[in-house]
């Protein structure tokens, strides 16, 4: 459908709808599902620099013979490292051959550390873009706010420097001046900015008095977050914004890109009504569209952000004052 195609991060996507990092992405198997299903492009499930590193550590754990010799301790933690980089490079080469849709790597990073070494190689087994995943949880009270700013701007610096592939952040929406934050990360360079991640957050089980995993998925009222900072900041930027989080149904596609996203990413909807709920999206975008007579995005894209708007208070309403009020 020509019609529902779009560009993001410089490539060609025959609709804007991309599945997200997640175990929906984790294999070639899986990878393929998303296509078959209609995806315009996925993400990989993401590398995780930390993974690696304690995967390496577990790896070194109770072999005391190598613990004495720094060289065979270098050895087994470059081996250890080597093997998941590898199997990584190796999924996203098997999906670049094996897809038409683009396919997007993706690296969690904590710092600009070892994962700078080897993302160059991501182009040489094809990859169309990376994505990065940077998140710093801000729980160190001794830490400021401007300290960890400028942590993930080295990141991103460093990034943007390493090597000439697309470059998208993913991030979360916890900056203290996030319209500068995001002004900041446009101006380094980026090709794109994910907004915005939806986090891992434990739960407590409250038997056996203990911390439980907890997999929360989004719900189809999450997509506010986004789409407000989709409106207020997309017409400034030189970089495209994919909306992310809390993305269900063909209505929320519809606002992300009036509020001016290129695309957007989705994975708890899959998760929750299956693959074939990107067809039911995207049919009932062709719908609004046809409703609408739009022949193509550039008809509608941005039409609501805030800076094309007569009255652009209304995407900085915070507070929920006497006029918003309903009687409950
Ligand atoms: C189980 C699970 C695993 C995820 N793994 C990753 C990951 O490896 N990398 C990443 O960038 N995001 C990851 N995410 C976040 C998703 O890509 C997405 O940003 C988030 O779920 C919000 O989108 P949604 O509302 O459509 O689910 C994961 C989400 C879930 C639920």
Redesign the pocket.
Known sequence: MERLATTYLGLQLKNPIIV????LTSSLDKLKKCEDAGAGAV?V??I?EEQIDSDAGRMMAGTDEYNTHADAQDFLLNSSRNYYIDAYLSLVEQATEALEIPVIA?V?CRSKGSWLDYVQRFADVGADAL?L?HFILPSDAKIDGETLREEYFDVVKSARKAFKLPLAI?ISSQFTALANVIKQFDKMGVDGL?L?????QPDIDIEKLAIKPS????NPH??TLALQWTALTSAYLNCDICA?????TSDTVVKMLLSGAKAV???????LHGHAHIGTMLEGLVKWMDRHDAASFVDFRGKLAQKRMEDPSHWERAQYMKSLNVEF
């Not at 997999?215 to 989004?218: D, G, N, P, Q, R």
């Not at 992310?244 to 269900?248: D, E, L, Q, V, W």
């Open positions: 997200g990092s997640s175990p993400v499930k993401s995780f993706s969690n994505e995943n993913k994910v915005f991640n939806r986090f891992y997999i929360t998925l989004s999450d997509y992310s989080t809390g993305i269900h990413q989705v994975c708890s909807a899959l998760m």
